[in-house]
C-alpha cells in the first residue's frame, strides 16, 4: 500500500476520534456540573465516582437553597443575578452608546490621528487588568467608591468599548460607501446618516457586540472582587459562587446549582448569536 | 465644497470619538500613569487618604521586590506557565481546527459546543475543575483508582512536587502547575480553533488539489502547502496568548489561590494589595510585570520580522 493510500486511511479513523476526544472533553465538566447540581450532597459522598443520576434521588432543592435569600437561610443568589444583570445590561448599554459612534469615526471619517487611535485601542484591550486593578483600587478607597457597582460599570466600559469598536468597525467598512453618499446628498447630516443609514444596516453587528459586552461583564472576577469584596448584597454572581465555594459550610451540590445558574444565560446567549460573535471577532483572520 | 465638507467630517470625527477617548483617559492611562507613579512612593494601604499625589519618590519599593526570592519564584513561574499555557492552547485549537474543516453532519453542533469553555464563566468552570479534581471525593480521582489502578489519590491542586515512574525513573512534576496548564489549555484552545477555522475555511483549494495531483499524501500536504498559510495566524495568536496568559489572574487564582507552585506575578500582586495591604511594593511588582511583558513581546516581534526579512 502506498504511503498515501495509509495515510488516507489512518485520518479517516483518526478524524471522528479527535472529534469525539474533544466534544467529551469540553462537554464532560458542564455535564458534570449539571449532575451533581442535580443529587443531594449525601448521595454525592456515598457515590463520588458516578454521573448517572438516580431518577429517585433527584432533587431540585439544591437550586431552591442556593437562591434563597440569606436571611431565609439560602445563599441569595437571585439578588446576586440581579446586580450582576444590572452591572451586565448597564455596561452594554453605555459601551454601544459611546461605541457605535466611535467605530463609526475610526472607519468612516477622515480626522487627524485616526490610525493612531486604532493602535491605542489595541494597546488599552491588551493591557494588563492587573496593572490597572492598583490604581483604581487606591482610587476608589480615597473616594469610598468601593462597593458600588458604578465604579464597576466604568472599568467594564474602558475594557470593553475598545473591542467594540474593532468589532462594530469592521462592520461599517462593509457598508458601501454611496449608500451613506446618497443620504448625504438628500440633505442628511453625517449623524442623520449614522441614524437612518448606517446603524439600521450595522444592526446584526450591534447586537453581536452588545452580547460580547454582556458576556465579559458577566463574567468578569477581578475587579468584582477587588471592588464589592466587603459588601455582600453588591456581590455580583461570579464574585458569589468564588467566596462560598471557599467556605466548607455550602456543600458542594448548592453551589453547583449555583454555577449552573450563573453558566445557563451566558451559554444560552452565546448559542443564539454563535455565527455572528465569531465572524465578528475573526472576520481579520480570514484576510490573513 | 468638498474642502468643508471634509473639514467637517474631521470634527465630526472627533467629536464622535471623544466619549471613548475620555474614558479610556480616565480609567486606563490616567491611572497607569499613576501607577508608575505610586510604584516609586512609600503607599500602604491605611495611609492612603493621606499621601498626596507627589509624595517623596523613592526606589525602595523595587529595592524589596528585586530583594525577594519570591519575585524570581514568581517570575519562573509565570514563565513556565505562559509558554506551557500558550503552546498548548494553540496545538490543541490547530487539532481541533483541522478536525473539523472537511463539513460532517452536526459540525454546526460540534464547532459551537467546542466554543463553550472560552465562553462559560471562568468562576463555574474551576469551580468545576476544583471539584472533579478534589482529592476525596472527586471524579478523576475515583475513576483513576478504579480504572488505572492509582494507589493513592492525587491532589492535583495542592501538590507542588509529585512524582511519576517513567521506565523505572523516578521523575519529579510540578503537579498543581501541571494542572493549571492543562485547564488553562482546555479553556483557551476555542480561541485559537475559531482564528486557525476561520482561516482554514478561507484557504484556496488549487493548491492543495494541485500537490494531490503530483501525489502528495495528507502529511506532505499540511505541512508544505497548508501550515505555511496558517502560520501567520499562528503568529498573531501566539502574540495574543503571551500576553493574556502572562497577565492572567482569575484561572490561578481560583484554581490553587497561587498555592502549591503556582504563584504567578499576578496572583503575587494581588496579595501585596490586599493581604500585606502595601500599595506600593504591588504597585513596583505590577510595573515590572508589564515591563517584562513588552520586552518579551519586543524581542518576539524583533525575532519575527526578522526571519520575514531573511525570508524575502
Given at each position: 500500500?502506498?504511503?498515501?493510500?495509509?495515510?488516507?486511511?489512518?485520518?479517516?479513523?483518526?478524524?471522528?476520534?479527535?472529534?469525539g476526544c474533544f466534544l467529551i472533553a469540553t462537554l464532560?465538566?458542564?455535564?458534570?456540573?449539571?449532575?451533581?447540581?442535580?443529587?443531594p450532597i449525601e448521595d454525592l459522598l456515598r457515590r463520588p465516582d458516578s454521573l448517572l443520576v438516580d431518577l429517585s434521588r433527584l432533587t431540585l432543592t439544591t437550586y431552591a437553597d442556593v437562591l434563597r435569600p440569606v436571611a431565609d437561610g439560602g445563599q441569595g443568589f437571585l439578588g446576586l443575578l440581579g446586580n450582576s444583570a444590572l452591572v451586565a445590561t448597564a455596561s452594554v448599554l453605555v459601551a454601544l452608546v459611546i461605541a457605535v459612534p466611535g467605530a463609526y469615526a475610526v472607519s468612516r471619517l477622515e480626522f487627524f490621528g485616526r490610525r493612531h487611535v486604532s493602535a491605542l485601542f489595541l494597546a488599552v484591550y491588551l493591557f494588563p487588568g492587573i496593572v490597572l486593578a492598583i490604581p483604581l483600587f487606591v482610587l476608589l478607597t480615597k473616594m469610598q467608591l468601593r462597593g458600588s457597582l458604578v465604579g464597576l460599570v466604568l472599568v467594564y466600559l474602558a475594557q470593553t468599548v475598545p473591542v467594540a469598536i474593532y468589532m462594530l468597525k469592521n462592520y461599517f467598512e462593509t457598508i458601501p460607501v454611496s449608500v451613506e453618499e446618497a443620504g448625504?446628498?438628500?440633505?442628511?447630516?453625517?449623524?442623520?446618516?449614522?441614524?437612518?443609514?448606517?446603524?439600521?444596516?450595522?444592526?446584526?453587528?450591534?447586537?453581536?457586540?452588545?452580547?460580547?459586552?454582556?458576556?465579559?461583564?458577566?463574567?468578569?472576577?477581578?475587579?468584582?472582587?477587588?471592588?464589592?469584596?466587603?459588601?455582600?448584597?453588591?456581590?455580583?454572581?461570579?464574585?458569589?459562587?468564588?467566596?462560598?465555594?471557599?467556605?466548607?459550610?455550602?456543600?458542594?451540590?448548592?453551589?453547583?446549582?449555583?454555577?449552573?445558574v450563573i453558566t445557563v444565560p451566558v451559554v444560552v446567549l452565546f448559542f443564539l448569536t454563535e455565527r455572528l460573535l465569531s465572524q465578528g471577532l475573526t472576520s481579520g483572520a480570514e484576510k490573513g | 465644497m468638498?474642502?468643508?465638507?471634509?473639514?467637517?467630517?474631521?470634527?465630526?470625527?472627533?467629536?464622535?470619538?471623544?466619549?471613548?477617548?475620555?474614558?479610556?483617559?480616565?480609567?486606563?492611562?490616567?491611572?497607569?500613569?499613576?501607577?508608575?507613579?505610586?510604584?516609586?512612593?512609600?503607599?500602604?494601604?491605611?495611609?492612603?487618604?493621606?499621601?498626596?499625589?507627589?509624595?517623596?519618590?523613592?526606589?525602595?519599593?523595587?529595592?524589596?521586590?528585586?530583594?525577594?526570592?519570591?519575585l524570581w519564584n514568581s517570575l519562573r513561574t509565570t514563565v513556565l506557565y505562559t509558554a506551557g499555557s500558550t503552546f498548548l492552547a494553540i496545538a490543541l485549537g490547530l487539532v481541533a481546527a483541522l478536525a473539523l474543516r472537511r463539513p460532517f453532519p452536526g459540525r454546526a453542533f460540534v464547532r459551537a459546543a467546542m466554543l463553550i469553555p472560552y465562553v462559560a464563566p471562568v468562576v463555574a468552570v474551576t469551580f468545576v475543575w476544583r471539584v472533579l479534581l478534589n482529592p476525596e471525593f472527586g471524579l478523576v480521582n475515583s475513576w483513576g483508582r478504579r480504572l488505572f489502578g492509582w494507589d493513592d489519590p492525587i491532589a492535583f491542586l495542592s501538590q507542588a512536587r509529585g512524582e511519576i515512574t517513567l521506565f523505572?525513573?523516578?521523575?519529579?512534576?510540578?503537579?498543581?502547575?501541571?494542572?493549571?496548564?492543562?485547564?488553562?489549555?482546555?479553556?483557551?484552545?476555542?480561541?485559537?480553533?475559531?482564528?486557525?477555522?476561520?482561516?482554514?475555511?478561507?484557504?484556496?483549494?488549487?493548491?492543495?488539489?494541485?500537490?494531490?495531483?503530483?501525489?502528495?499524501?495528507?502529511?506532505?500536504?499540511?505541512?508544505?502547502?497548508?501550515?505555511?498559510?496558517?502560520m501567520p495566524v499562528i503568529a498573531v495568536l501566539v502574540v495574543l496568548r503571551t500576553i493574556w496568559t502572562f497577565n492572567e489572574f482569575d484561572d490561578v487564582f481560583l484554581l490553587t489561590g497561587g498555592a502549591a507552585g503556582t504563584e504567578v506575578v499576578s496572583v503575587r500582586v494581588y496579595e501585596l494589595l490586599t493581604v500585606q495591604r502595601n500599595v506600593g511594593?504591588?504597585?513596583a511588582q505590577s510595573v515590572l510585570l508589564a515591563v517584562v511583558l513588552v520586552v518579551l513581546l519586543g524581542a518576539y516581534l524583533w525575532l519575527l520580522r526578522r526571519r520575514e526579512g531573511a525570508g524575502s
Open positions: 500500500m502506498s504511503r498515501d493510500r495509509v495515510e488516507r486511511a489512518v485520518f479517516a479513523v483518526l478524524r471522528p476520534v479527535v472529534v464532560l465538566p458542564f455535564y458534570a456540573m449539571l449532575m451533581l447540581s442535580l443529587r448625504l446628498v438628500d440633505g442628511l447630516s453625517r449623524v442623520g446618516v449614522i441614524r437612518r443609514i448606517s446603524l439600521p444596516l450595522a444592526m446584526p453587528s450591534v447586537v453581536a457586540t452588545g452580547i460580547f459586552v454582556f458576556m465579559i461583564a458577566w463574567n468578569e472576577f477581578l475587579f468584582a472582587l477587588l471592588f464589592l469584596v466587603e459588601r455582600r448584597d453588591s456581590w455580583t454572581v461570579s464574585l458569589g459562587l468564588a467566596q462560598l465555594s471557599g467556605s466548607i459550610e455550602v456543600p458542594t451540590t448548592v453551589l453547583m446549582a449555583g454555577s449552573v | 468638498a474642502r468643508t465638507l471634509r473639514q467637517h467630517d474631521a470634527r465630526t470625527g472627533l467629536l464622535l470619538l471623544t466619549p471613548t477617548l475620555v474614558i479610556v483617559l480616565a480609567v486606563v492611562l490616567v491611572p497607569l500613569a499613576w501607577s508608575v507613579l505610586i510604584a516609586f512612593q512609600r503607599v500602604r494601604l491605611i495611609d492612603v487618604g493621606r499621601t498626596g499625589l507627589f509624595d517623596k519618590l523613592t526606589l525602595d519599593n523595587f529595592v524589596r521586590v528585586f530583594a525577594s526570592d519570591a523505572g525513573l523516578d521523575v519529579p512534576v510540578p503537579t498543581a502547575l501541571l494542572t493549571v496548564i492543562a485547564f488553562e489549555g482546555w479553556r483557551y484552545f476555542p480561541f485559537a480553533f475559531l482564528f486557525l477555522l476561520a482561516r482554514l475555511s478561507a484557504l484556496p483549494g488549487d493548491q492543495e488539489e494541485a500537490a494531490t495531483v503530483d501525489g502528495a499524501t495528507p502529511t506532505q500536504r499540511f505541512r508544505h502547502i497548508v501550515l505555511p498559510q496558517l511594593a504591588a504597585a
